[in-house]
């Protein structure tokens, strides 16, 4: 699930976030898993949503779940590819496998 007031979304899934930053300048946003960039508001809605679908199992996919994956990298301008690197490097650096 999806948690949002009007400076952070979190998850109860997932130990990342997002956050608004205090500058305020649009786009405002910051990913815990994607430092260096700025997304705007849907766009980390959509960031969390899509660390929420790569949290389940990947052969429980079904096809609604896999064409999310990619509009919402295609939402951040990325690949699903780059965007699960950058989350599994994000888990390591946590001491996760």
Do not use: C, H, N
Not at 55 to 74: H, I, K, L, N, T
């Amino acid at each position: 699930m999806i948690y949002e007031s009007s400076r952070t979304i979190t998850s109860s899934r997932t130990q990342e976030w997002a956050r608004r930053s205090a500058d305020a300048v649009e786009p405002a946003w910051e990913l815990s898993w994607w430092p260096g960039r700025r997304f705007t508001k849907e766009q980390a809605r959509a960031a969390m949503e899509f660390t929420e679908l790569l949290s389940g199992p990947r052969d429980q996919w079904g096809s609604e779940v896999e064409r999310r994956v990619q509009e919402v990298a295609g939402e951040l301008g990325t690949t699903v590819t780059e965007a699960v690197s950058i989350l599994y490097r994000r888990r390591l650096e946590r001491g996760e496998s």
